[in-house]
């Protein structure tokens, strides 16, 4: 049976990377993006809603996120989808939804003045970060 797990998004940046060296010395960046979705209801009314994504870039990506990813820059990121679970403050259990960008599946591409430039570095999977030990330390 085939499983795939693959999102694509395209939107806003939220806000500005956060980078993150583990003490292995792998790094990860993480930020927020805006996806916005509008319609018109039943009485032809303008209709909005914006769904916030985070974001995880692993590999050779980061040092792109790191150069060219902005607050309120367009992107297009692909990735696959994952729930972390941690516990927050008072000792709560909470999960998080994110999006992991890294390995040669994973890219970032930051749309800017209209022209697309491709952000994507191939990684070896042997190369990259464990998803589970970076994101665990964002919590």
């Known amino acids: 049976m085939l499983n795939v797990n693959r999102v694509t998004l395209l939107g806003h940046v939220g806000r500005d990377p956060e980078l993150h060296t583990s ?10 993006m805006a996806t916005t979705e509008r319609w018109k209801n039943r009485d032809g009314e303008l209709q909005e809603r914006t769904e ?23 992107v ?8 972390r679970e941690y ?4 000792d709560t259990r909470k999960q998080a939804t994110e999006v992991i960008v890294g ?3 994973g890219m970032v ?3 800017s003045s209209g022209a697309r430039r491709e952000m994507e570095e191939p990684v070896a999977p042997a190369a990259a970060a464990s998803p589970a030990t970076a994101s665990a330390d964002w919590a």
Do not use: C, M, Y
């Open 103 to 105: 390995g040669p599946q």
């Open 23 to 32: 003490a292995g010395g792998d790094r990860a960046a993480r930020f927020s």
């Open 52 to 74: 916030w994504h985070r974001i995880i870039v692993f590999g050779g990506t980061v040092d792109v996120v790191e150069r060219l990813v902005r607050k309120g820059a367009a």
């Open 109 to 111: 591409n930051v749309l």
């Open 76 to 83: 297009l990121v692909e990735g696959r989808l994952t729930v």
């Open 87 to 90: 516990t927050g403050s008072e």
